[in-house]
């Protein structure tokens, strides 16, 4: 049965990397990822089940992985040849709908007693990636023992992993639990305060996630409502979700600052003479959730957060050439978000990460995220896609391996509802599709920023 | 050949297109047959001495004011304040008027031996000025001799330890100015009546004002019922000043008040077909136009603003008064009347008006969309006597670009108020209620304001209450030629065309309607019967 | 990155061992004789005439009067001038006849020019300057001046002792050219500059902005038996005013104010503040249009 394997290959890793520099998630092509007959993977022991994969996201991890850009601190949390794939909503032997909770902490490694992180809960913290009966592997998707969603020959997943999905989702609502979590683990994590000025720059999955989570977390109680919550993002289909979601406002990145600055009325520490007044602000927002990682994104960050306010890394930096005097000068705390485990909320109960995000995504309908499904054998493609989502107007991308027999030459899925460029795949619609497409009707398209709620 | 009135011409089959400013650019339209285009009157002829013109007016002062000399004594304090980079426009060719005017009083000053002279720039929220816009609007033989030692200030309505609350009027107004000029035993204030809305006791009463006593008359109410802000007596921008103005004269401030009228020489020759009929233009006009309008074409829109703004209007003095404030600006109103003048019969339904690259607001700076709402339905809708030209419920079609820029520098708060407030909302009233205030008291504006060259944080609010009356008057505003997502968000209608901004506005105003065009620059004043 | 050693690298100076205090090398004691040695004079004419004279040229054109008073004067003498800008110095030696241009100094502030090795060798070198004490009579800086007097070089000095502050000249201070020309027994030619301060000011922050001057010779003075520095250089500072006033009207009217006693004081009015500035004559008209005529 088809897989997509990637494989421990260095110049296939050079060229994905050379070809990566065109654009994001053109390193497919040419990179060590290839569709291969595999066998299904055998079941590691026992508490250990087989899992076929219904839909299966592109993350941003995946894409820098592919395109050779993933910092070389995870080779040894990694084992080859491995099915990428870890935002996965699947279907059991026993008919049951479920999403895997990808890390491989101490419980799928039969490691007992587990590590300190892990008797505390805080999966994402295991400090026994590397050991137990498994290959390293950091989740699943990274381990050549346990197979990933890309692939039509299925997954193992220890029973620890397994979260049954509720009937009224829809296999899309369920794909996207994943990234939620992750976004809900920052939200949980950033420990805001009441009335704070929330920013969040980058308004791709995770940023519309933490957008989502925030609202729906403080309207359920879990975690403080903020004064005001401002997503900088470059796309306008992106503004309008985030409006949507809950944001104050949703604005392009250069106007951030400014709305940030307006807000919290600080100034700013340029000398107004020059033609353009507007250096790092001397105030700021209380909490900046940086979705993005890059070097821009981070220093944008630390341009508009407040002197000892909290820079939350949700999306995955690699190597970033950042300047630090600020952090160091304002006394920011620059704190790192991954993965997802136990939450403590702001009752004062603990609750598994997981079971919010179903909430977060349950009160949102983040379904509406996935913009395109591609079939595993379109993989260049759909990498292509997810690298450009922005551009063209969408925001996650997945594979859809909902189609049992994987026949050559098979015919694309057409679903690319959402996709602003109308690069629409040909091929019939499938079940779920019809029901989609009667909730992402809102789409359209908007030249400018939008205010959120008011527009 | 003496200079021919105002015309409003009658297009038929055989009128030339009739040229509209485009920001930085013009086009030829032809209009529709049976449309109106009001004519600017020609420039009238200039003072033949322009010095001794000045002279004669400070020694033979009108109203119940002694000569300039007889009020200057030495160990008095004597205040000089002058009108600031938004006059005249675009700003005239060296020397400037000012500078001629300063120089006489200067002059007399020394004689009489007075030691206390401070030069004020009556900015009120403007932005400061330059070196280079100061040097220009004085001359550097009177910036070299105050600036160095301090002597020439730049007015700073959120200074509190240099302004001084002279009272409230009876109708509750809050009088509050420049404490050095209102401490002086003579305030000499130095006028450019470019139009017929400046000067008078606006000159001091909001020239020197603070933000707590501007907002009194700045504000969407009395703008609405200020029809036109052009016409003093039924301005009640202008009565409330005229209110505060008294109060001032009656606490003791002695104004001694200086307008002066300029001709509406704008352009300098190389761009006479600017402001001359298109059926004369000659064959060098023809060839400038055509020219120029190839040359822009291929222009990067930031060069041709650098070159547009390099522009020097020739502007000549027409006439010089001096002496109390009532009977100096009564003459001056009607010396602008006789240069401005003309009139019209009856209302329209669609206006039309090319806009220039220039509004007061953004010398040597970009011309943003507020700026270009401001000038379009702030100033020129209200060039008008008696009733608007475009009756209610009609249509006001502007040709500009309206890019979607703003000077970061000189206007930082209208970025955001494009930003936060207009993408709320667009009502006057509904903006001075929620947003007003926040604006106004924002310490970064407040601190750009004082040392940099930025517009106090609550301007860009003025500049949408200007645009209340029109917006209330209006069924319905498009530009032509703007830039969508700006147009829109000011609650505009954008069209590529003139052809399409007619057919949209006869959504508004019908099948037939009647059209006029107010052909200006150069700037003239309608008196609609 | 500099992983040289030792030998291959300056060495340290071990903390036990004594440092004598390095040698004062600037100021009065910068040593400028190398700066009028033949091959560098050479230099320096070279520059002068090529570089410094058409660059002055351009910035400040310059009205040369009264040259011809210095045609029948033997050489070497004292130049007495005003002072308003830096602009003064290249302006007065390019602008003097060719006979005295190439062999003159120029007494310059100590402090000022002096002061840091790379300036003095600037200053030495560009307008052979010899760095003076502007306070009082200093020993040391008379002698030097002195004795390259005594050596046939001409001296080009300005007795307010430095740039006028506020346009209006100070007193002319009798510890220089007046105490020169009495220790020497060489004349004293007194100059008027006019005009530099529209072109590069005190203080200006700006680049220089061009703008015409004047530069005025006027005869030359000697001290008369028994009159002392002071009452000279009250003297000297008459006859600049005098070619002041001959600049601002004419030389007939300036010559009958001079005889009266009422020629206008280079010092400006008795008042005080913004009126002392007010009397300064304006900046000479800018330029035409800039637009081209069609």
Not at chain 1, 184 to 209: F, K, N
Not at chain 2, 421 to 449: G, M, N, Q, R
Request: contains cysteine; neutral net charge.
């Amino acid at each position: 049965m088809r897989s997509l394997v990637f494989e421990r290959n260095l110049p296939r890793f050079a060229a994905s990397r050379l070809a990566s520099t065109l654009g994001s998630g053109r390193g497919a092509a040419v990179g060590p990822l290839r569709l291969l007959d595999t066998e299904p993977p055998a079941l590691p022991g026992p508490g250990w089940v087989r899992v076929s994969p219904l839909l299966s996201g592109i993350c941003g991890s995946d894409l820098a992985t592919l395109d050779g850009r993933s910092s070389r601190y995870f080779e040894h949390v990694v084992s080859f040849p491995f099915v990428p794939g870890h935002e996965v909503v699947g279907v059991l032997e026993t008919g049951g709908r479920v999403v895997i909770e990808p890390v491989l902490g101490c419980a799928a490694r039969g490691i007992d007693p587990p590590c300190p992180a892990c008797a505390r809960g805080q999966l994402g913290n295991c400090e026994r990636l590397a050991f137990g009966h498994l290959k390293p592997g950091l989740q699943t998707g990274y381990c050549a023992d346990t197979g990933g969603g890309w692939s039509h020959a299925g997954l193992v997943a220890h029973e620890s992993q397994l979260h049954p999905v509720p009937d009224a989702f829809l296999d899309e609502d369920a794909v996207v639990v994943e990234p939620v979590a992750c976004a809900t683990h920052a939200v949980c994590d950033a420990a805001l305060g009441g009335g704070e000025t929330v920013a969040v720059v980058g308004a791709g999955t995770l940023g519309l996630a933490v957008v989502a989570a925030v609202s729906a977390l403080s309207a359920a109680g879990h975690v403080a409502a903020p004064g005001a919550l401002f997503v900088g993002a470059r796309y306008p289909h992106q503004r309008r979700l985030a409006g949507e979601l809950g944001a104050t406002a949703a604005l392009a990145p250069d106007q951030l600052g400014r709305a940030v600055r307006r807000k919290t009325g600080s100034l700013s520490m340029a000398d107004p003479r020059p033609r353009r007044p507007g250096g790092p602000l001397t105030g700021g927002a209380d909490v900046v959730f940086d979705c993005v990682g890059s070097a821009d994104s981070i220093g944008q960050s630390l341009a508009v957060v407040r002197p000892r306010g909290r820079v939350v890394l949700v999306g995955m930096p690699g190597r970033v050439h950042v300047d630090l005097a600020p952090l160091w000068h304002r006394e920011v705390r620059l704190l790192g978000a991954y993965a997802y485990g136990t939450e403590r909320l702001a009752s004062g109960a603990t609750a598994r990460t997981f079971d919010l995000a179903f909430e977060v995504v349950a009160a949102h309908g983040l379904g509406r995220l996935v913009s395109a499904t591609y079939p595993i054998e379109r993989f260049e493609e759909a990498v292509q896609h997810a690298g450009a989502a922005g551009r063209r107007g969408s925001v996650k991308v997945a594979f859809d391996l909902r189609h049992k027999e994987a026949r050559h030459g098979e015919q694309p899925h057409g679903d690319a509802h959402g996709d602003a460029h109308g690069d629409a795949h040909g091929g019939e619609q499938r079940h779920s599709d019809a029901r989609h497409l009667a909730r992402s009707t809102t789409s359209g398209r908007d030249g400018r920023p939008s205010t959120g709620g008011t527009s | 050949m003496t200079p021919r009135p105002g015309l409003v011409l009658e297009v038929d089959g055989s009128t030339p297109p009739t040229l509209f400013w485009h920001g930085e650019r013009f086009v030829l339209e032809k209009l529709p047959e049976g449309s109106r285009v009001i004519y600017a009157p020609e420039p009238l002829v200039p003072l033949e001495d322009p010095v001794g013109a000045i002279r004669h007016a400070l020694l033979h002062p009108l109203g119940d004011r002694d000569p300039l000399p007889a009020l200057l004594w030495p160990g008095m304090r004597l205040t000089v304040c002058f009108d600031d980079v938004s006059l005249p426009l675009p700003p005239m060719q060296a020397p400037d008027v000012r500078q001629l005017v300063m120089e006489q009083v200067l002059d007399m000053a020394a004689e009489a031996g007075v030691d206390d002279v401070v030069l004020v720039a009556a900015l009120a929220l403007h932005r400061r000025m330059t070196e280079a816009e100061l040097r220009h609007a004085l001359g550097d033989r009177i910036y070299e001799a105050f600036a160095p030692s301090g002597l020439l200030t730049q007015h700073d309505a959120e200074d509190p330890d240099n302004l001084v609350h002279l009272g409230t009027t009876g109708k509750g107004e809050d009088v509050e100015i420049n404490k050095r000029a209102a401490t002086s035993d003579l305030l000499v204030y130095v006028n450019i009546n470019l139009v017929a809305m400046d000067g008078g006791h606006k000159s001091v009463a909001t020239g020197l004002a603070s933000y707590r006593s501007l907002r009194h008359h700045h504000n969407p109410k009395t703008m609405v019922h200020s029809r036109s802000f052009m016409d003093a007596p039924s301005s009640e921008l202008h009565s409330s000043n005229w209110r505060m103005g008294r109060l001032i004269a009656d606490s003791g401030v002695k104004v001694f008040q200086i307008e002066t009228t300029l001709n509406t020489d704008t352009f300098p020759r190389q761009f006479g077909f600017l402001q001359r009929r298109e059926w004369e233009w000659s064959v060098r006009d023809r060839a400038m136009y055509a020219a120029a309008a190839a040359a822009l074409d291929r222009t990067p829109p930031r060069v041709a603003r650098q070159v547009f703004h390099s522009i020097r209007a020739p502007h000549a003095l027409v006439s010089v008064q001096a002496g109390e404030v009532e009977a100096v600006h009564a003459v001056t109103t009607a010396n602008i009347w006789k240069q401005q003048g003309v009139e019209v019969d009856g209302q329209t339904d669609i206006l039309t008006m090319g806009l220039p690259y220039i509004s007061p607001y953004n010398v040597n700076s970009i011309m943003n969309p507020i700026l270009v709402a401001c000038l379009g339905l702030g100033y020129f809708f209200n060039l008008y006597r008696g009733q608007p030209l475009v009756r209610r419920g009609g249509v006001v079609i502007l040709h500009h670009p309206t890019p979607w820029e703003f000077h970061p520098g000189h206007h930082p708060s209208y970025i955001d108020f494009f930003e936060e407030v207009l993408s709320d909302t667009t009502d006057p009233v509904e903006i001075s209620k929620t947003y007003e205030e926040s604006f106004a008291t924002d310490p970064w504006y407040v601190h750009l304001y004082r040392t940099g060259h930025a517009y106090h944080g609550v301007h860009p609010f003025y500049m949408w209450y200007w645009c209340a009356h029109a917006l209330d008057h209006l069924g319905r505003v498009i530009v032509v030629g703007g830039d969508p997502a700006a147009v829109r968000r000011m609650g505009f209608s954008p069209a590529t065309r003139l052809a399409d901004a007619l057919e949209m506005a006869s959504d508004v105003v019908g099948r037939s309607p009647t059209l006029t065009h107010l052909h200006t620059p150069p700037l003239l004043l309608a008196d609609v019967r | 990155m500099n992983h040289a050693r030792f030998p291959f690298r300056a060495p340290t100076w071990p903390a036990g061992v004594p440092r004598p205090a390095p040698e004062r090398r600037v100021g009065l004691d910068y040593d400028h004789e190398w700066s009028r040695r033949y091959p560098v004079r050479l230099a320096r004419a070279i520059v002068l005439d090529n570089v410094t004279r058409p660059a002055a040229r351009l910035i400040a054109p310059a009205t040369v009067r009264g040259a011809e008073h210095l045609r029948h004067v033997a050489s070497p003498v004292i130049f007495a001038a005003n002072h308003a800008s830096h602009l003064d110095t290249p302006l007065l030696l390019t602008t003097l006849p060719v006979r005295f241009r190439h062999r003159t100094v120029v007494a310059a502030a100590a402090d000022h020019f002096f002061d840091r090795r790379w300036k003095a060798a600037v200053w030495s070198f560009g307008v052979a300057a010899i760095p003076f004490e502007r306070a009082r009579v200093n020993r040391r800086s008379a002698d030097v001046a002195a004795e390259l007097l005594g050596a046939g070089w001409n001296l080009v000095i300005f007795p307010e002792g430095g740039r006028s502050p506020d346009g209006w000249a100070q007193p002319f201070r009798p510890a220089s050219a007046a105490y020169l020309a009495r220790r020497t027994g060489r004349p004293v030619v007194p100059v008027h500059v006019n005009g530099t301060r529209h072109v590069l000011p005190k203080g200006g922050q700006r680049l220089p902005r061009r703008s015409p001057v004047s530069v005025v010779f006027g005869t030359p003075l000697t001290p008369d038996e028994g009159e002392d520095a002071r009452r000279f250089a009250v003297r000297i500072e008459t006859a600049v005013a005098v070619l002041a006033d001959e600049v601002a009207s004419d030389w007939w009217d300036a010559r009958r104010r001079a005889a009266r006693g009422a020629t206008p004081s280079l010092r400006g009015p008795e008042t005080t503040g913004w009126r002392r500035s007010w009397a300064l004559d304006p900046r000479p008209k800018a330029g035409p249009d800039p637009w081209p005529s069609v």
